[in-house]
Nanobody
Framework: QVQLVESGGGLVQAGGSLRLSCAAS????????LGWFRQAPGKEREFVAA?????YYADSVKGRFTISRDNAKNTVYLQMNSLKPEDTAIYYC????????????????WGQGIQVTVSS
């Protein structure tokens, strides 16, 4: 199996920045797509961003968030800038063997989630 562990969450003020990290271990290969999802209270989990050798983003975070990866470290990052209160959610790291996956069902492995809170 693949294990994914997120880190770097916390509390920030609106307009601030935060960087999330997700370290993969176990039966993980560089061919996996790595993605980020988030889930706010009372809402469904939604796609945020993903990276294979290319990147793609949800419209709500384009221009503010940047996803990157370090294959040597089996780690994916999510740099979040210009944070807004509506970005408050639990953020989940996920991995998939599929090309350009954006749906929950297209991801095979999930981290435990990490809280990001943006104060107004």
């Amino acid at each position: 199996q693949v294990q994914l562990v997120e880190s770097g969450g916390g509390l920030v003020q609106a307009g601030g920045s935060l960087r999330l990290s997700c370290a993969a271990s176990g039966r993980f290969f560089s061919g996996y797509t790595l993605g980020w999802f988030r889930q706010a209270p009372g809402k469904e989990r939604e796609f945020v961003a993903a990276i294979r050798w290319y990147t793609y983003y949800a419209d709500s975070v384009k221009g503010r968030f940047t996803i990157s990866r370090d294959n040597a470290k089996n780690t994916v990052y999510l740099q979040m800038n210009s944070l807004k209160p509506e970005d408050t959610a639990i953020y989940y790291c996920a991995a998939s063997l599929r090309q350009r996956p954006t749906k929950l069902a297209e991801y095979d492995y999930w981290g435990q989630g990490i809280q990001v809170t943006v104060s107004s």
